[in-house]
């Protein structure tokens, strides 16, 4: 089985999708939280498009540890500014995944605190959660749009905004 090819063809297809979420942002509700405790909308789509890196960086390291770490992410919060680095993110994984040998998923990669390990996986199950956290956090964009009445693209086929009876 060639898993890099798989997670190649699925790490597009979710880039495609998220893609056009990201067409339809509605850069006047970036404050927006449904809930107190829930991340504002900019927070939310800056952290998706993060997620789509996540593959370069785990093919190329072996941990991150978040107090080790000078990274601050850069509050996006255009259409422009959405669309222009989740291209970035998206074509730097997909150059490291075309670097990577299916030997490489095989060694583990760890989230880290201070050194302490927080979650540990072989690098096929790393890439596989960030594949997993693209389509999480993209579901709860969905939901953060409903309220808001803003049409849904379809995901996975189409959405009940696109649906025809």
Known sequence: MDTLAQFKDELGAEYQTTKKFFEVY????????????????????????????WADTMLKTSDLDFANTDYQPKKLSTKEDLLQKLDENYKSSITAIDNAKEDDLTSTWALKNNGEELAKWTKYGSIRHSLNQITHHRAQLGVYYRLNDIPLPGSYGPSADHQQF
């Open 26 to 53: 509605p850069e006047d509700k970036n404050d927006y939280k449904p809930h107190e405790k829930s991340m504002s909308m900019t927070h939310l789509v800056t952290h998706i498009v993060e997620v789509f890196g």
